[in-house]
């Protein structure tokens, strides 16, 4: 069974683990109505994808 010959150092343990941090989630604008939203998703504010309209957004949906 392959055992650790010697205890790593908190250096080389730290440098391992620095790879090991949360990225925030990439943002593109929304052609349509400009705001942020992420790829390859409805756009939370006009609901549309692809250049149409996918989904009825909540605050016109409430409106009508």
Known sequence: MAVPKQRQSHSRTHKR???????????????????SKRPHRVCPTCGTYGGRVVVVPSDEASDA
């Open 17 to 35: 683990r620095s790879q090991h941090r949360i990225t925030p989630p990439n943002l593109g604008a929304c052609p349509r109505c400009g705001t």
